[in-house]
């Protein structure tokens, strides 16, 4: 009886056993799977967005890079330098070390703006090269000639002969948003075509890199990744407008490392447009040093807000100056527009040309003016520049006065300084930025006027005097 009882027990215990698993399984809700369909329902509400973002919401570049990685080419450069090493045998006939040319070849991209063959790019890509060629995204090759380039902006203007070209169409950098979808196109590591996206990480980055004294650096910044061999390739909107010429990285590898840069297409549009109709960029001045002002300037300058540029010095007789602006004034909007930084500043003025009129807003002991002045020239005028004819640049090099700071410095009483080389008889001679230029042809210098009339226009070089930027004197005599 016992164990009868026993099994009873154990048998009742088994049957509500499967009814407790029955009603949990088929009364009581179930557990909420993820990918279940009912998935939105059963979640919190805060979690909802998080997991069921629709694959059709998604951004789709596909069709933005098949159109435009045809308007992007793998720009390819030779350039002969001079490499002395030494060789007893020729040192045995001609007693002194042995030079020979050494090919140094160099890669970037390029962007076509016209269907005739303009294409921009880099001045860092093809600076001092003696050959630049062109492949296209079909794989034809052209020679390209440099129609013109602009160490300022580190923009080169480059054409080839051919037509029906597709092209890329100019956007807005000044409508960019941060976060903003962006995408670039170029040829990293000689690999072609290649395609990557971020979004805007920031605006008027000024990064010094330029090795100009007139640079203009304003920056996109972008967390697209771009690689050697970017250089002067496209940034595009998700609409496939030029936004900006892809530029440059911050990496301590040498490669991508989470940033990139790119020059916004309103100030390449800019310089493009002066290159083809002057041969040479107009570029427009105020005479002004400028700096950001930061909280520790606005306290030491009782200065208001922390916001705006600071004019740290004026140029006497510039434009500036003219128009009644002193030092310490804070300069908060060019045109209307804002200017919360120096590099902002420099952007809207780049986009302007010598002789335009412009109101600036300017913040002195705390009251706000409005101040018009002309822009001018880097001579000093207001009037433009043609290529070739009083441009202050002869024998390949573009000059300017010394300051009274300057003669100081160096003890000398005249000179013209070197601010920028390109292919010409200075080259040559290893003329570089930064050299001061006392006498030609026996002749003081004190002014572009006095080496033209030195030189006879141009075309008479005979001696040459003057100082490396390490203080050194140099001396020339040329036969005749």
Not at 150 to 174: C, F, H, M, N, Q
Not at 192 to 216: E, M, P
Not at 280 to 294: C, F, L, N, Y
Not at 297 to 319: F, Q, R
Request: cysteine-free; glycine content about 10%; proline content about 3%.
């Amino acid at each position: 009886m016992k164990g009868r009882r026993i099994t009873g027990t154990v048998a009742i215990a088994f049957l509500s056993a499967l009814v407790a698993l029955f009603v949990y399984t088929r009364l009581l809700d179930k557990p909420v799977i993820a990918g279940n369909e009912n998935t939105e329902e059963q979640l919190p509400a805060h979690f909802t967005n998080v997991f069921t973002v629709p694959q059709e919401g998604l951004v789709d570049f596909s069709e933005v890079a098949e159109n435009i990685v045809h308007t992007v080419v793998h720009v390819k450069t030779k350039t002969l330098q001079s490499s002395s090493y030494h060789d007893p045998i020729m040192e045995f006939f001609y007693g002194e070390s042995y030079s020979k040319p050494r090919e140094v070849r160099g890669f970037g991209s390029g962007v076509i703006i016209s269907d005739d063959g303009y294409i921009i790019t880099n001045n860092h890509v093809v600076e001092d090269a003696d050959e630049v060629d062109v492949t296209l995204n079909d794989n034809r090759t052209f020679e390209a000639s440099i129609i013109g380039r602009d160490p300022s902006t580190d923009i080169a203007l480059l054409k080839i002969e051919s037509g029906g070209l597709p092209y890329v169409r100019y956007g807005d950098s000044d409508q960019l948003k941060l976060g903003q979808w962006v995408i670039a196109i170029g040829n990293p590591f000689n690999l072609t075509s290649t395609v990557t996206a971020g979004i805007v990480s920031a605006k008027g980055r000024n990064l010094g890199l330029i090795n100009d004294r007139y640079r203009i650096e304003s920056f996109i910044q972008t967390d697209a990744v771009l690689n050697q061999g970017n250089s002067g390739g496209a940034l595009l909107n998700t609409v496939g407008q030029l936004v900006g010429i892809t530029t440059a990285i911050i990496s301590p590898s040498g490669a991508y490392a989470g940033n990139s840069f790119a020059i916004p297409v309103n100030i390449v549009k800019k310089v493009v447009e002066d290159l083809m109709q002057y041969g040479e960029v107009q570029r427009a001045i105020m005479g002004v040093s400028i700096t950001d002002v930061t909280s520790d300037l606005a306290e030491e300058e009782n200065i208001s807000e922390v916001k705006g540029v600071y004019v740290t010095d004026i140029v006497p007789g510039g434009a500036a100056d003219k128009a009644g602006l002193r030092n310490g004034d804070v300069v908060l909007k060019f045109e209307g527009r804002k200017t919360d930084t120096a590099a902002e500043l420099q952007e809207q003025i780049s986009k302007k040309r010598p002789g335009e009129k412009v109101t600036l807003q300017v913040l002195r002991n705390k009251k706000k003016r409005d101040y018009e002045l002309i822009l001018e020239n880097l001579s000093g005028g207001t009037e433009i520049v043609q290529a070739g004819k009083d441009s202050g640049i002869i024998f390949g090099v573009r000059l300017e006065p010394l300051s009274l700071a300057e003669k100081s410095e160096y003890r000398i009483s005249n000179g013209m300084k070197v601010i920028r080389v390109q292919n010409g008889r200075f080259d040559d001679l290893g003329i570089r930025v930064g050299y001061i230029i006392f006498e030609v042809n026996g002749k003081d210098i004190n002014n572009y006027e006095d080496i033209k009339n030195a030189t006879e226009d141009g075309t008479e070089l005979r001696s040459l005097k003057g100082l490396q930027s390490n203080g050194t004197y140099f001396s020339y005599q040329f036969r005749r």
